[in-house]
């Protein structure tokens, strides 16, 4: 070797050694042999089993494969010190086929199998099923594994049963599921099982059977009658039936003999069928009739009609249809169809339908229900016809209820809700913020409201005004209005398939059925001479708008709350009965304006009834509005 090359080696060497003689040292042992042993140190030297470093205290990091990774503080005073390592906890899944009932390991009772955790040893486990026979094994863990996997497969419990009656076809219920009727052979997956033998006009039969202890595979039970029963069968079937207005089930159903009474069956879409009872058969059949109504169709244009996709004709067309829930649709070229689901409740309805062209349909579909900049939402209404008023022989009406055809061409927005406080704030600052109906102001300020928000919104005003004083109507106008007193009862009371032209709100009787709006009710009594008895909508006077049910047509507070400022001058003329008005908006001239609706200081049926008008021009605390605009 070359000498020079001999004296580097050695320099290096002593320039190793002599720092390793500088630093003190201590001595490690292990408890065992770690697999793939790493030690480290920060501070210190660690070659093979020994520690040098310059300090006295120094912390040692140990890991071993299977092994918790461990951090030592040493102290060179401790000479040798040995390093003791615990084991990792392996990861077991068990995989069980089937679903269970317990798992056992090592006598505990355990939740879940999620999880589980187990270090080097023996372990004991136990599967228990109501459905399986009991699985017992145990597992030795020897070696460390990131995961055990264990897999199971659990036994069913399989019995054979046959089971017959007499008579046969008598219902088999195995704990409480319906498997068919005897004779039947079943499975039994359960060690004690609940059997029961069900047959029209037959006691019923309860058994108790166990897989563990019954060795029989057939099984034969002899039903007993019962003398008090009574099997009531309707075609069709799931009718409801009362014995004298008392429920008693749905069809086909058995009841204990009452000896005499009334039985009433009851069918959406079938006439009600009466029985009086009187020791009659043990077995009574009845056929349910149809209720049925008769439907006028007619529509802008001749249009096919289908009736739960069967063609029925073509309108003008009348035909008798029962009383459920059907799908319509009309048909005619170069019109988009119309298909809708409609409920025919009343004897006699008169349907109309205006069909669109595709291009009207495409320009209306742009313009559908809105919100507009002030978030009043819009209902957009369809052209149709109304009967304005009501007719002289309507018992409490007002004489100046005028009957008149109006023929609506135009489609026309309308607000769903009476325009509120806080969005007239929005015009006239002074105006105090809430969701209740602004009120108390004139016809003449609520028709500058609808100006005002046409020129903010880039449409046309449809009043001109001068001086305070109304001019004329511009009726070529797309920009906010009043509604007409057409358009409000149009909206109020019609276009309703299932129920025509209504009277009220909720219909066609006097009598209040349901909550409709915020009227004269039982609250106001001390304050108001007149209310509704029985009747309680929770407000004494005004409601925010919205409180109560949408009409049919999906305007709010169309009954009660506040009656409403309409675009129509009043009057009390003579019509021809005869005349069909086309877009009828009123005289041109007047000193009074329409007022429409009721209000939460109505309860007669005159003044709740929707063709109710009376007529003022001042400010009324009981008096609001809504807003509406043609689209074209």
């Known amino acids: 070797m070359n000498k020079k090359l001999i004296i580097i080696i050695g320099v290096c060497t002593l320039f190793i050694a002599i720092p390793l003689f500088l630093l003190k040292s201590s001595n490690i042992s292990y408890k065992e042999d770690y697999p793939e042993l790493k030690v480290s140190?920060?501070?210190?030297?660690?070659?093979?089993?020994?520690?040098?470093?310059?300090?006295?205290?120094?912390?040692?990091?140990?890991?071993?494969?299977?092994?918790?990774?461990?951090?030592?503080?040493?102290?060179?005073?401790?000479?040798?010190?040995?390093?003791?390592?615990?084991?990792?906890?392996?990861?077991?899944?068990?995989?069980?086929?089937?679903?269970?009932?317990?798992?056992?390991?090592?006598?505990?009772?355990?939740?879940?199998?999620?999880?589980?955790?187990?270090?080097?040893?023996?372990?004991?486990?136990?599967?228990?099923?109501?459905?399986?026979?009991?699985?017992?094994?145990?597992?030795?863990?020897?070696?460390?594994?990131?995961?055990?996997?264990?897999?199971?497969?659990?036994?069913?419990?399989?019995?054979?049963l046959n089971i017959s009656s007499n008579p046969n076809n008598a219902k088999v219920f195995l704990n409480n599921i319906e498997l068919?009727?005897?004779?039947?052979?079943?499975?039994?997956?359960?060690?004690?099982?609940?059997?029961?033998?069900?047959?029209?006009?037959?006691?019923?039969?309860?058994?108790?059977?166990?897989?563990?202890?019954?060795?029989?595979?057939?099984?034969?039970?002899?039903?007993?009658?019962?003398?008090?029963?009574?099997?009531?069968?309707?075609?069709?079937?799931?009718?409801?039936?009362?014995?004298?207005d008392e429920y008693i089930g749905i069809t086909p159903t058995k009841f204990s003999n009452p000896n005499k009474g009334i039985i009433k069956i009851k069918k959406y879409g079938y006439l009600d069928k009466l029985i009086n009872f009187n020791n009659q058969a043990k077995t009574i059949n009845t056929i349910l009739e149809k209720d049925m109504a008769e439907v006028q169709f007619s529509s802008n244009v001749t249009a096919k009609i289908f009736l739960n996709g069967n063609y029925i004709g073509s309108t003008p067309l009348k035909i008798d249809i029962q009383k459920i829930k059907h799908n319509i649709s009309y048909e005619a070229p170069g019109y988009r169809s119309i298909e809708e689901t409609f409920e025919p409740l009343n004897d006699n309805l008169k349907i109309y339908k205006n069909l669109l062209t595709e291009k009207q349909a495409s320009l209306i579909d742009s313009k559908n229900n809105t919100t507009n900049s002030i978030g009043a939402k819009l209902i957009l209404m369809n052209p149709g016809l109304i009967t304005m008023g009501s007719p002289k022989s309507e018992s409490r009406r007002d004489i100046n209820e005028i009957e008149r055809k109006v023929n609506i061409t135009k489609h026309f927005f309308i607000s769903k809700n009476l325009?509120?406080?806080?969005?007239?704030?929005?015009?006239?600052?002074?105006?105090?913020?809430?969701?209740?109906?602004?009120?108390?102001?004139?016809?003449?300020?609520?028709?500058?409201?609808?100006?005002?928000?046409?020129?903010?919104?880039?449409?046309?005003?449809?009043?001109?005004?001068?001086?305070?004083?109304?001019?004329?109507?511009?009726?070529?106008?797309?920009?906010?209005?009043?509604?007409?007193?057409a358009e409000w009862e149009y909206a109020a009371k019609s276009n309703n398939p299932t129920r025509g032209d209504l009277i009220y709100a909720w219909g066609s009787d006097r009598q209040i059925t349901k909550l409709v709006g915020n009227i004269a009710d039982q609250s106001t009594e001390g304050i108001l001479t007149n209310f509704v008895p029985d009747y309680d909508d929770g407000f004494i006077e005004r409601s925010p708008v919205g409180s109560f049910r949408s009409n049919q047509n999906g305007l709010n507070d169309i009954t009660g709350n506040l009656s409403e400022w309409v675009n129509d001058f009043y009057s009390v003329e003579i019509i021809d009965s005869s005349k069909t008005f086309k877009d009828y908006i009123g005289p041109t001239v007047g000193t009074t304006h329409v007022i429409k609706g009721s209000n939460h200081y109505s309860s007669t049926s005159l003044q709740l009834g929707l063709s109710y008008r009376t007529y003022g021009n001042a400010p009324n605390e009981l008096v609001g509005f809504r807003i509406a605009r043609w689209i074209y």
């Open 180 to 244: 068919g009727v005897t004779p039947l052979a079943i499975n039994l997956d359960k060690s004690t099982n609940e059997i029961i033998l069900k047959k029209e006009g037959f006691k019923d039969k309860k058994i108790k059977y166990s897989v563990d202890n019954n060795s029989k595979s057939e099984i034969r039970y002899i039903l007993d009658e019962d003398e008090n029963v009574i099997s009531l069968t309707t075609i069709p079937t799931s009718a409801s039936v009362f014995l004298d």
């Open 419 to 485: 325009i509120t406080e806080s969005q007239f704030k929005n015009f006239k600052s002074s105006t105090k913020s809430s969701n209740n109906p602004i009120n108390n102001i004139s016809w003449i300020e609520a028709a500058k409201f609808c100006n005002w928000l046409s020129r903010k919104e880039g449409f046309e005003q449809f009043y001109i005004i001068k001086n305070n004083q109304l001019i004329y109507f511009n009726t070529e106008s797309n920009g906010y209005r009043l509604p007409t007193e």
């Open 41 to 160: 140190s920060s501070n210190s030297i660690v070659i093979k089993d020994t520690v040098y470093s310059f300090f006295s205290e120094f912390t040692l990091n140990v890991e071993a494969y299977g092994y918790e990774s461990k951090t030592i503080d040493f102290n060179h005073r401790d000479s040798d010190k040995e390093i003791i390592l615990i084991e990792k906890p392996i990861n077991v899944v068990f995989k069980v086929n089937d679903p269970f009932d317990q798992f056992i390991l090592n006598n505990k009772i355990l939740t879940s199998l999620d999880n589980i955790m187990l270090r080097k040893g023996s372990y004991t486990y136990e599967i228990k099923s109501n459905n399986h026979l009991t699985y017992k094994s145990n597992i030795e863990i020897e070696k460390y594994t990131e995961e055990l996997l264990i897999p199971i497969i659990l036994k069913k419990i399989d019995k054979s």
